[in-house]
């Protein structure tokens, strides 16, 4: 299996310096920075200024300046405001990425590596875009639960290098495995390989976990990440677009690699007429 995981990696790397696979970034990019630009610009300043409102009223700035003061965090409860506001738009973020990777580049993924890779291999059309969608719909519901109950802890950087990888794994093995597989095998085919290849799947993910908790890095500036947080912003989304493509290339061509070898072990139900 670990060899599986580092060959399909590498020929992920291949396929990610394709000239196609670059440009795959481009429009989820332009959709995402155009979505966002208008969310931000109706909505950030509300949102901050009911989050200060909310911490004036409860009187959880002194509480949270005692807190921060403990860490030598002390300078951050002036910024405490804007910075939980960005914290708290990142996993709508990190959606909207992985939505438009999903919808836009995701059929351009499998049709490159489909056709360059396994041009033989039969497609059996076990998923379906409503599936998908449902899929990454719940599944981001709880990982943004997630995210929201660790994000104090998300403070302290050590930690953002465990809980980040972590979270991300767990989300990117559920919705692009059933991205990968949804085109070549069939129901029963997906049910049983996303069962037995649980584990590699979730290494895959817990890796590109790591490769995308990078754009994190950009929020933890401080004050700093307050002023530039319109470029951040654009930064850490086309850093997540680029993590998602890389990341869809990797679980096709593990999931397509190791349906091929099964379907080469043990013929399918309908060819076994055609072996008598």
């Given amino acids: ?6 060959v399909s990696f590498g020929r992920a790397v291949l396929s990610q310096l394709h000239l196609r696979m670059l440009l795959l970034t481009v429009l989820p990019f332009l959709v995402s920075i155009v979505l966002w630009g208008v969310g931000l610009w109706l909505g950030l300043q509300p949102m901050i200024d009911w989050l200060h409102g909310w911490f004036a009223e409860t009187g959880s700035f002194s509480t949270t300046g005692e807190i921060l003061g403990w860490f030598g965090l002390g300078a951050l409860n002036t910024v405490l ?9 990142l996993p709508l973020m990190i959606l909207t990425a992985l939505v438009f990777v999903g919808v836009m580049a995701m059929p351009a993924i499998v049709r490159h590596v489909g056709g360059r890779w396994y041009p033989a291999l039969e497609k059996r059309r076990g998923g379906t875009m409503l599936g998908s969608l449902w899929l990454a719909f719940y599944s981001f519901i709880l990982f943004a639960f997630l995210w929201i109950v660790t994000l104090p ?29 949804a085109e070549h095998a069939s129901r029963d085919e997906m049910r049983s390989l996303l069962r037995r290849h649980r584990w590699p799947l979730l290494l895959i993910g817990t890796v590109t976990g790591a490769m995308g908790a990078a754009p994190t890095l950009l929020w933890l500036g401080g004050a700093l990440s307050v002023i530039f947080f319109p470029v951040l912003a654009a930064g850490a ?16 061509h593990y999931c397509l690699q190791v349906l091929a070898a099964e379907r080469g072990r043990l013929p399918a ?8």
């Fill in 81 to 89: 405001v804007p910075l939980m506001a960005m914290w708290v738009l």
């Fill in 1 to 6: 299996m670990m060899r599986v995981v580092a």
């Fill in 237 to 252: 989304i086309w850093l997540y677009v680029l993590v998602f493509v890389f990341t869809g290339l990797w679980f096709e």
């Fill in 153 to 181: 802890l998300s403070l302290f950087p050590p930690l953002t290098f465990v809980i980040q990888p972590l979270l991300w794994g767990w989300l990117t093995y559920r919705v692009m495995a059933y991205d990968a597989l």
């Fill in 269 to 276: 139900p309908g060819e076994l007429k055609d072996l008598n």
